[in-house]
Structure formats: structure tokens, C-alpha cells
């Protein structure tokens, strides 16, 4: 929709790797090429997001981690109940470049 609406964006930055694959078939099937028309990095990492050409960047994110703090977060408010406080959980990540992300990184 926004390639025909001549309303493209330099840069998408997709939640999941399989929504990026889907950027990658769109931006195919109108000649597009990333990253030189349009750029895109995600959240995940897979060894399949490496196979793609180019290879796509990604904010990688421990699933160890986001699965216990979930598990700890969902047990607290079970054993809490109504005196259960929301609290935020930080995980580190760490930013992946392959052969996407490059205008991102050009701005450093």
C-alpha cells in the first residue's frame, strides 16, 4: 500500500523476523531492493534471517530471559492478586548488524 501510494518510508523497523520476510517478498515483487531502496532491521534472531540476501540485521533479545521474567511476573500477580503492582522488566539486547540496518548506522 505505501509503494503504490508513493508513500515509502527510508527505514522499517518490524517486531518479528517474519514480518520482515514479508517486507523482503513485497519489496520483490515491485523491484524494490533492500537495503538501497528501503532499509530494515527487526526484533529476533534466527540463523534463517541469515540466509536472506542481503542478510538482515536484528535486535537480538535473550527468549530465556523474556520467557522467566514472564513466568515471574504471571506468578506474582496469581499469588498477589488484587496487591499485585505492575513493575517493569529491562532485558539487554544487543543490535546485530548484517546487511540491513545500514542507513541507521550511517547517522553515527
Known sequence: ???KKNNLPDFIFTAT???AFGIYTAAAEVGMKIPDDIDLICF?????????TPPLSCIDQS?????????????E???KGED???RSVMIETDLILR???????RSK
Not at 529476533?44 to 536472506?52: C, D, P, S
Open 1 to 3: 500500500k505505501l509503494y
Open 17 to 19: 523476523y517474519p514480518i
Open 44 to 52: 529476533g534472531n534466527t540463523k534463517a534471517i541469515t540466509l536472506l
Open 63 to 75: 527468549t530465556e530471559l523474556i520467557s522467566r521474567y514472564g513466568m515471574e511476573l504471571i506468578l
Open 77 to 79: 500477580n496469581i499469588i
Open 84 to 86: 499485585y503492582k505492575p
Open 99 to 105: 546487511g540491513t540496518g545500514i542507513k541507521c548506522n
